[in-house]
């Protein structure tokens, strides 16, 4: 189990119920200790966003009634939120994804692991960052002036 760095709260905004069942028992067999939360579209996300405290946020670009794109535009313009740590949590590895998710502010962006260990490695490494005070994670995937995904292997 690893140091989480004051992260009590995730929540996980995916419209794929079968990705959100094994990041949320992924969390629950890791990290004990962190609360899980899970909405399944974009306007659910912006309505617990007002409502609920959260300390990290996993977002998926593809979800119906606000795409993430448009949910990570209107969370950066909410004073409140606009420094919330988010991770695009995407299936998607095309490179204008990863680009257009950078450019909207996203601070970390994760393909999707279908493994249970790729995900508890992506895991274990996300949690370990001081999301408050290192804001040096995205150099490390900055290559070839070019923005690339982790992807986490056991």
């Avoid at 004990?32 to 977002?59: I, Q």
């Avoid at 490179?95 to 493994?115: C, E, G, N, T, W």
Wanted: charged letters at 25%.
């Amino acid at each position: 189990m690893a140091d989480t760095n004051f992260i009590e709260h995730i929540l996980l905004a995916d419209d794929d119920k079968d990705h959100a069942v094994l990041f949320e028992r992924t969390i629950r067999k890791e990290y004990p200790s962190v609360k899980t939360f899970y909405v399944n579209d974009g306007e659910r996300l912006l309505y617990f966003l007002h409502l609920n405290k959260v300390d990290l946020l996993f977002l998926d670009l593809n979800m119906p009634c606000k795409n993430g794109y448009e949910c990570l535009v209107e969370i950066r313009q909410e004073p409140a939120l606009k420094d919330l740590p988010i991770v695009v949590y995407s299936s998607s590895a095309h490179m204008s994804d990863i680009q257009k998710s950078f450019l909207h502010r996203a601070d970390f962006y994760l393909v999707k692991p279908f493994i249970t260990e790729h995900l508890k490695t992506a895991l274990k490494t996300i949690l370990s960052v001081n999301w408050k005070e290192d804001t040096s994670i995205k150099n490390h995937y900055f290559i070839n002036n070019r923005f690339v995904p982790y992807t986490a292997t056991a």
